[in-house]
Nanobody, 120 residues
Framework: QVQLVDSGGGLVQPGGSLRLSCVVSGFTLDDYHIGWFRRAPGKEREKISCISSYSRRTYYADSVKGRFTISRDNAKNTVYLQLNSLKHEDTAVYYC?????????????WGQGTQVTVYA
C-alpha cells in the first residue's frame, strides 16, 4: 500500500524555521519525483518545490525561493523541506506528493498534510 506521511509542521514566529518530512512506503522512492505543495485558507493549492528522483533537478516557486530548501534521502525513504525565514503568508497546510513525472501540477500520490502556522 502506497503511503506518504507528512510531519514537522507547527507554530512558529516570523523569521523562524521548520523542517518538514515526508516518509514514503509501499514503493521505491528512487523511482519517483517528489513535490511539495501548500494550501492557505481561502486560496488555491500552490506548488512550491519539486525534486527529481536522484536530486539532479529542483524547482522553487518565487514565493519561497531563497528561503526553502528541498532535499531527499532515498535510503531513508524520506524527503525534506527546510523552511527558513518564515513569514505570515507561509501559513498553510503543506503536502508532499509523488509521481513518475517531474514537477507537474498534479501528482499521483499525496500525503495527508501538515499544518504550518506563522504568527506574531
Amino acid at each position: 500500500q502506497v503511503q506518504l506521511v507528512d510531519s514537522g509542521g507547527g507554530l512558529v514566529q516570523p523569521g523562524g524555521s521548520l523542517r518538514l518530512s515526508c516518509v514514503v512506503s509501499g514503493f521505491t522512492l528512487d523511482d519517483y519525483h517528489i513535490g511539495w505543495f501548500r494550501r492557505a485558507p481561502g486560496k488555491e493549492r500552490e506548488k512550491i518545490s519539486c525534486i527529481s528522483s536522484y536530486s539532479r533537478r529542483t524547482y522553487y516557486a518565487d514565493s519561497v525561493k531563497g528561503r526553502f530548501t528541498i532535499s531527499r534521502d532515498n535510503a531513508k525513504n524520506t524527503v525534506y523541506l527546510q523552511l527558513n525565514s518564515l513569514k505570515h503568508e507561509d501559513t498553510a497546510v503543506y503536502y508532499c506528493a509523488a509521481d513518475r513525472s517531474y514537477c507537474y501540477s498534479d501528482y499521483t500520490y499525496w500525503g495527508q498534510g501538515t499544518q504550518v502556522t506563522v504568527y506574531a
